[in-house]
């Protein structure tokens, strides 16, 4: 009846028509593409799949090795590394490990307590030196100068020195690696140090090379390098962060 008395709406319903009827294969078409593209792609098979890596070829290349002996300070190139339990290590010098050495500050007396209340539970570090003062690594975040304090190294020799400490203008300080076999013993032999989540220890290294650092950083208050030896691997549980 609408098709004889209205012709122009024929014309109308006749392109509505023509529309659904595509969509109606058009849709469940692209439905079963997609589903078997994916299917493809996960399970192998597809021309499309990027192809899979040969173990024997060779993805990339390294172009340089460096260590951070000093936490937050410069690095030093390396020719080889061993990968090891605390980091990596240059071949050619076994203190030569990545992170080994950081600059601590001591925590206030409300931090302190904190911190104790925290790693009471599961810390041996704690539990042995309660009381005692804890220390915190300093960082870029707060001494931005960090980044200019050169570590080097020497052979180890007679003149008794490992670590050497370079800063712009020419300041230079040796380091003499102190406590555990390393020397002499240190004025506060071990320190007890909080690094993000856990508790740990680092033998400081003396007052000479804690003024230097102290004075070139602009710390207002006193700084003391500390190393963590192997003997000292830091702790961790099960809700340490870094």
């Given at each position: 009846?609408?098709?004889l008395v209205?012709p ?9 028509l023509?529309?659904l ?13 997609c589903?078997?593209f994916?299917?493809l792609?996960r399970?192998?098979g597809c021309?499309?799949?990027?192809p899979?890596p040969d173990p ?18 410069a690095g030093v190139?390396?020719e080889?590394?061993e990968?090891?339990?605390s ?9 030569n ?5 950081a600059?601590?500050?001591?925590l206030?007396?409300?931090a302190a ?15 042995a030196g ?8 300093i960082?870029?975040?707060?001494h ?6 050169q ?5 180890g020799g007679?003149?008794?020195w ?5 800063v712009p ?5 040796e380091?003499?690696?102190l ?5 002499s ?5 071990v320190?007890?140090c909080?690094?993000w989540n ?6 400081d290294q003396g007052d ?14 006193p700084?003391?390098?500390v ?16």
């Amino acid at each position: 009846m609408c098709v004889l008395v209205y012709p122009r709406m024929n014309a109308y319903a006749r392109l509505v028509l023509a529309r659904l009827d595509w969509l109606s294969l058009a849709l469940p078409t692209a439905v079963f593409a997609c589903s078997l593209f994916f299917l493809l792609r996960r399970y192998g098979g597809c021309c499309c799949a990027p192809p899979r890596p040969d173990p024997g070829a060779c993805t990339g290349r390294v172009g340089a090795l460096f260590v951070f002996p000093v936490k937050s300070c410069a690095g030093v190139r390396v020719e080889e590394a061993e990968v090891t339990p605390s980091g990596l290590r240059a071949a050619s010098n076994s203190l030569n490990a990545d992170r080994a050495w950081a600059i601590v500050r001591r925590l206030g007396a409300e931090a302190a307590r904190e911190a104790e209340e925290k790693f009471s539970k599961f810390s041996k570090f704690s539990a042995a030196g309660k009381g005692k003062a804890l220390y915190e690594p300093i960082t870029i975040r707060s001494h931005p100068r960090m980044v200019f304090v050169q570590p080097s190294f020497g052979a180890g020799g007679d003149d008794g020195w490992e670590l050497r400490l370079s800063v712009p203008g020419g300041g230079t300080i040796e380091a003499p690696l102190l406590g555990a076999g390393g020397g002499s013993a240190a004025k506060e032999a071990v320190l007890r140090c909080v690094v993000w989540n856990s508790m740990c220890q680092g033998r400081d290294q003396g007052d000479d090379v804690a003024a230097f650092l102290t004075a070139y950083l602009e710390s207002k208050q006193p700084l003391r390098l500390v190393h963590m030896g192997e003997e000292m691997l830091r702790p961790l549980c099960s809700d340490v962060k870094y």
